[in-house]
């Protein structure tokens, strides 16, 4: 079954400063990758999701994530840091065969923005 | 569009008592859901999931249990609660080739 392990538990940064969560996943072969994030007090929201294509995948807020498939790596960029950015993030990837398909989270990385 | 109603937000029990989460489903049928718990300090770990009435699948052995008594509806229980089941909650579903998810209980036992 597929892990997945997010390297950074908890970040902190100041505001304009640019953001890279690491997300690895254990095992190759086709991979449907989502990057969620949770703020405070709110639901689960999906940022972004790869599932084939352009490596790079643009999602909401002004982040990407590329998809490496030679280090089996999906980590999370965004250039300029918000202090609205300040939530938790997961890292998942889809595992199982269709029809019986879950997804599998990394431990999760707590981002503080400090203004 | 789909939904996920989780009741309560928060919970706080005595070691010992019933434990019983319930997720409703909207704006979707048949869909596959899940249970999560995010321990403190850990990740969102799958305890269990079902791809219809009736059926579910146990991911780690554990002192819970689910139901899914209607296609929209998942339940999570406990005979009796131990200190380590405190954590967040949180039912998830796929439906229509999305993931949403509830917002999640946070359950503290003392």
């Known amino acids: 079954a597929q892990s997945v392990s997010q390297h950074n538990h908890h970040v902190i940064l100041s505001e304009a400063a640019s953001l890279e969560l690491g997300c690895n996943y254990s095992?190759?072969?086709?991979?449907?990758l989502f990057w969620y994030v949770q703020y405070p007090g709110q639901h689960l929201q999906l940022l972004l999701k790869?599932?084939?294509?352009?490596?790079l995948v643009k999602g909401i807020k002004g982040f990407e994530a590329e998809f490496i498939k030679s280090k089996f790596s999906f980590n999370l960029r965004k250039p300029s840091v918000q202090w609205s950015d300040t939530a938790e993030y997961f890292c998942?990837?889809?595992?199982?065969?269709?029809?019986?398909?879950?997804?599998?989270f990394g431990q999760g990385t707590r981002l503080t923005i400090n203004p | 569009s789909q939904t996920i109603h989780q009741w309560p937000a928060t919970l706080v029990q005595p070691v010992g008592s019933p434990l019983s989460l319930e997720c409703t489903v909207e704006?979707?049928?048949?869909?596959?859901l899940y249970w999560y718990r995010q321990a403190a300090g850990r990740g969102l770990q799958l305890l269990f999931y079902s791809v219809g009435i009736g059926q579910i699948s146990s991911e780690v052995p554990q002192n819970l249990s689910a139901s899914r008594p209607q296609d929209r509806q998942f339940i999570l229980s406990s005979k009796k609660l131990l200190l380590s089941d405190s954590g967040f909650y949180l039912c998830?579903?796929?439906?229509?080739?999305?993931?949403?998810f509830g917002p999640g209980t946070r359950l503290t036992v003392l």
């Open positions: 998830g579903g796929t439906g229509q080739n999305e993931q949403f």
């Open positions: 095992y190759g072969g086709t991979v449907n």
């Open positions: 704006g979707t049928s048949n869909p596959n």
């Open positions: 998942a990837v889809l595992d199982g065969i269709q029809g019986a398909q879950k997804l599998v």
């Open positions: 790869y599932f084939s294509g352009d490596p």
